[in-house]
Structures are given as C-alpha cells and as structure tokens.
C-alpha cells in the first residue's frame, strides 16, 4: 500500500513539474517563434494582428533586403570580432583574478576579495567611465568595446569557488613532477575547469553579442557599429528606409516585416551556439555537488 501511494505521489509529481516546465517553455519560445513567423508575414497582416506561429503570406523579401544591405556584413562581422576578443579576454582575466583567490594561504586574499566585490555594488559611473576611456585614447576603436567591461565580479567568484573545489593534491603531484605554477595552471587545472570556464565564457559571449550601449558612447565610426546598431536602428528608430533605398512602392509593404527579419538574423547566430555547449551546463553545475 505504501508503494503504491509513493508511486501516485510520484506521478502527481511528475505531471506538476511537467506542466510548469510546458509552461516555462512555451512562454520561452512563443515570443521567439512570433518574431520568425511575423518576418516571414506580410505587412498587411502583421498591421492586422493577425499572426501568430504561423506565417500569413509567405514571404522571403524581408530577408533578401536584409542579407543584401551592404552595412550587415560588416556589421557581422564588427560583432563577430568583439565577441571572440572581448570574450577572451574576460576569461583570461577572470582565471587570472579568480585562480590566486581560490588560495587560502595567499597574502592580502582578504584584501583582494574585497576589492573585487566593490565593483558589484558600487559603480564609477557613466561619465567618469568615459573620461578614462577618452584620456587612454581608446574611443574609435576596438578597445573601447572590450576593455571597459572586461571583468564582471560576479563570474570572478562563481570561477573561485570552482577552483577551490579541485582538490590540492593534484597541485602537490604537479609541483613534484616539476611543474610551474604556471604549467600547473594551464595543464592541470583548467582542463578540470573547462565546464565553468564555458559556462561563464558563454556568459560573457551573450553580454558582448547584445552589447550595443558602448558602441554608442564611445564609437562614432560607422566602419567599427557592431550589428546591435543596425538593429536599433531599423527596430527603434524606425529606419527601415536604409534597407529599402532601392524600391519605394513597396516600402509600406516590408518595413514592419524588415523589422523581425532583422531581428532574427541579429539573434540567430548565438542561438545557434546553445547546442553544442549543452553538456558543459550540466558539468558545471553538477561539480559543486559531486565530492571525492
């Protein structure tokens, strides 16, 4: 009789997680899916409120404007540049900052830690921020995208406590076998830390994808815009007449629809990027639970 209580439990359990989680993911991907089945629509339809997953009038104009519109390319390619530097650059530092924390016995760790944790609470704000930037010569140019927000302090720590989970006779095997600190460093302890590494990494990578408010501060070179520009341009500001410069007689009839094509084609990309780093979320959060 027990058994079969903890087995209906059970089930009434299942069936309450599954509907919530069915919950989570419809109202996950219905926006999403809208966005694609609206630049897939026509105009009239999109005006009307009539769509919804399913495309109205299939159309594939939007999408020729768009991937024609010679200013995406290097856009894309503006975007693709500071989300792989900037991306590697956090990591490094992070691992930098994160890897001598995660020793006790380091002098001044108490000092360090605080200085890392003043960051998440208090900020130098907007203008001071680009003073520096401006004094170091960095506007126009790259840096001024991936140094300013190079290290967040809350991926520092989550990285310091994975650090502090590996075990130090690995290090004590490593010194007697002769290995630096550095050779330790980068042979043994981050391959065992690659789950959070691209965990975080992935972090910093959607940050730098999506980031589009220092572009605007601190870039007024239309050569380094990254896509997000574009994107709020022809989304926010309405300015769909620079996709649609060649053709005026249809221009009602795409600028809604250009729209969400922009906006898939700006958010596809690191969609795609999920899948193959699936496994290392799992990694990474089952490291702090696995002992021994």
């Given at each position: ?10 089930l009434a ?16 991907l ?6 694609v ?6 105009q ?5 409120g009539r769509?919804?997953?399913?495309p109205?009038?299939f159309?594939?104009e939007?999408?020729?404007r768009v991937?024609e519109f010679?200013?995406l390319?290097r856009?894309?390619?503006?975007t693709?540049?500071y989300?792989a530097?900037?991306?590697a ?5 992070t ?16 000092l360090?830690t605080?200085?890392?944790l ?8 907007l203008?001071?921020t ?10 126009d140019?790259i840096?001024?995208?991936v140094?300013?927000?190079a ?5 520092v720590?989550i ?6 989970q ?5 290090e ?5 076998d002769g290995?630096?600190?550095?050779q330790?460093?980068v042979k043994?302890i981050?391959?065992l830390?690659?789950?959070?590494l ?12 999506n ?5 605007m501060?601190?870039l007024?070179d239309?050569?380094?815009f990254?896509?997000?520009i574009?994107l709020?341009?022809i989304?926010?500001q ?29 958010t596809?990309p ?6 193959f780093?699936q ?7 089952m490291m702090g639970?696995?002992k021994g």
């Amino acid at each position: 009789m027990t058994f079969r209580r903890m087995t209906l439990g059970g089930l009434a359990f299942g069936c309450i997680n599954a509907l919530i989680l069915g919950l989570v993911v419809v109202m996950t991907l219905y926006p999403f899916l809208y966005v694609v089945s609206a630049s897939l629509s026509e105009q009239l339809y999109i005006q009307q409120g009539r769509i919804g997953i399913i495309p109205m009038g299939f159309q594939l104009e939007a999408y020729r404007r768009v991937l024609e519109f010679p200013m995406l390319g290097r856009s894309y390619l503006n975007t693709i540049l500071y989300t792989a530097l900037g991306t590697a650059i956090s990591l490094i530092l992070t691992v930098c900052a994160a890897y001598p924390m995660s020793k006790r016995d380091l002098p001044g760790r108490k000092l360090m830690t605080t200085i890392v944790l003043i960051p998440m609470l208090f900020g130098g704000g907007l203008i001071p921020t680009f003073l520096v930037v401006n004094a170091l010569g960095m506007r126009d140019s790259i840096w001024a995208i991936v140094i300013p927000a190079a290290v967040t302090s809350f991926y520092v720590f989550i990285q310091r406590t994975f650090f502090e989970q590996i075990p130090l006779e690995l290090e004590d095997a490593a010194k007697i076998d002769g290995c630096s600190m550095v050779q330790t460093l980068v042979k043994i302890i981050l391959p065992l830390a690659l789950p959070s590494l691209v965990t975080i990494g992935l972090f910093y990578a959607v940050n730098e994808w999506n980031s589009f408010f220092p572009a605007m501060i601190y870039l007024n070179d239309e050569n380094l815009f990254p896509v997000q520009i574009l994107l709020r341009a022809i989304v926010i500001q309405n300015q769909t007449d620079q996709v649609l410069v060649d053709v005026f007689d249809d221009k009602n009839l795409l600028s809604e629809s250009i729209k969400y094509s922009t906006l898939v084609v700006a958010t596809l990309p690191i969609l795609m990027v999920y899948p193959f780093i699936q496994k290392y979320f799992v990694q990474g959060s089952m490291m702090g639970s696995i002992k021994g």
